[in-house]
């Protein structure tokens, strides 16, 4: 039987550990494959009634939503990568402060003390295996990061924590675990084994980087500036990645989306801000929502 790499920590239970063994042996990259096809059928009655239930058993209500019916999407992705109206998500108008690039749910918030990123009890990976590159983990060790995931009934876009100036990103193939808590807790390394893709930011406050984990059934990511990255999922070979246009992204605006839902990992550099309180694991957060400040 395949192994999990590393050993799990007891507050895995044996429930985790089963969901975390099976997907070693499910085909991650077909099922993503499959689920992409899926979600993009067109066909009037599939995708409406596929809207329908995903909105039942999710208890999702399009109040907030540009379009408030399954009939006004073209497809499942459509409706799930939907667009807000405006003013449903207001920026804390505060300058000094952080946003939450996503609506999620904090998973974890810390520092990274010897650059090593904590995942779950008993598990951490180091910033470098995250970000593919020593040299562009260097400036976050001794920094903080929170790690904050998107459940399927969240809102699927991603927004910029604070204005910045894209200067590097990188493409690093994976596999699609789930990054569900379940797997979390279970699967040692899971957000530095999975497909992602890294995006390094300067600001007036100093560096910062985005990180935009792909999951079981999460095969596809994209941003403003590249469009969709994947499909198709590379077994190999880390892609750098230097914009030939400048790619200038204001407070609050969109920088990339989930077609299905995973995880955005935010790391900052040392002495740059503080996390407030409401970045306890397991609090809810709303883009836009003060979620540090920054130091002087």
Same mark, same amino acid.
């Given at each position: 039987m395949?192994k999990?790499? #590393?050993?799990?920590?007891?507050?895995a239970?044996?429930?985790?550990l089963l969901?975390a063994?099976?997907q070693?042996?499910? +085909?991650t990259?077909?099922?993503?494959?499959?689920?992409?096809?899926?979600?993009?059928?067109?066909?009037?009655?599939?995708?409406n009634?596929?809207?329908?239930?995903?909105?039942?058993?999710y208890?999702i209500?399009?109040?907030?939503?540009?379009?408030?019916?399954?009939?006004d999407?073209?497809?499942?992705?459509?409706?799930?990568?939907?667009?807000?109206? +405006?003013?449903?998500r207001?920026?804390?108008?505060?300058?000094?402060?952080?946003?939450?690039?996503?609506?999620?749910?904090?998973?974890?918030a810390g520092?990274?003390?010897?650059g090593?990123?904590f995942?779950a009890?008993?598990?951490?990976?180091?910033?470098?295996?995250?970000?593919?590159?020593?040299?562009l983990?260097?400036p976050?060790?001794?920094?903080?990061?929170?790690?904050?995931?998107?459940?399927p009934?969240n809102?699927?876009?991603?927004?910029?924590p604070?204005?910045?100036?894209?200067r590097? /990103?990188?493409y690093?193939?994976?596999?699609?675990?789930?990054?569900? =808590?379940?797997?979390?807790?279970?699967?040692?390394?899971?957000?530095?084994?999975?497909?992602?893709?890294?995006?390094v930011?300067?600001?007036?406050?100093?560096?910062?980087?985005?990180?935009?984990?792909?999951a079981?059934?999460?095969?596809?990511?994209?941003t403003? /500036?590249?469009?969709?990255i994947?499909?198709?999922?590379?077994?190999?070979g880390i892609?750098?990645?230097? =914009?030939i246009?400048?790619?200038?992204?204001e407070?609050?605006?969109?920088?990339?989306?989930?077609n299905?839902?995973?995880?955005v990992?935010?790391?900052? +550099? =040392?002495?740059?801000?503080?996390?407030q309180?409401?970045?306890?694991? #397991?609090?809810?957060?709303?883009m836009g929502?003060r979620i540090?400040?920054?130091?002087?």
């Amino acid at each position: 039987m395949m192994k999990l790499r #590393g050993k799990p920590h007891t507050d895995a239970s044996q429930g985790d550990l089963l969901f975390a063994r099976l997907q070693l042996i499910l +085909p991650t990259r077909f099922l993503s494959w499959l689920i992409y096809l899926v979600t993009r059928i067109e066909q009037r009655a599939f995708k409406n009634i596929f809207i329908r239930q995903f909105m039942k058993l999710y208890r999702i209500n399009l109040a907030e939503a540009q379009h408030g019916r399954a009939e006004d999407y073209a497809s499942f992705n459509d409706f799930f990568t939907r667009a807000l109206k +405006p003013g449903a998500r207001v920026l804390d108008p505060d300058l000094q402060t952080l946003l939450s690039p996503v609506d999620g749910t904090v998973s974890q918030a810390g520092d990274i003390p010897d650059g090593r990123i904590f995942q779950a009890k008993g598990h951490e990976y180091s910033a470098s295996e995250l970000l593919g590159s020593e040299e562009l983990a260097a400036p976050f060790k001794g920094g903080k990061f929170t790690t904050i995931y998107l459940a399927p009934y969240n809102y699927h876009r991603i927004h910029m924590p604070l204005a910045g100036t894209l200067r590097h /990103w990188v493409y690093v193939p994976g596999r699609l675990f789930s990054v569900n =808590p379940a797997t979390a807790r279970a699967m040692p390394g899971v957000f530095a084994r999975n497909e992602r893709v890294c995006a390094v930011f300067d600001s007036e406050r100093g560096p910062f980087a985005m990180v935009l984990v792909g999951a079981l059934f999460v095969g596809s990511m994209e941003t403003v /500036w590249a469009g969709r990255i994947s499909p198709p999922h590379k077994r190999s070979g880390i892609e750098h990645f230097h =914009p030939i246009h400048p790619v200038n992204l204001e407070r609050g605006a969109e920088m990339g989306r989930f077609n299905m839902g995973s995880t955005v990992i935010l790391l900052t +550099p =040392p002495g740059m801000l503080d996390w407030q309180p409401v970045m306890a694991q #397991g609090n809810p957060l709303r883009m836009g929502q003060r979620i540090a400040r920054f130091r002087s």
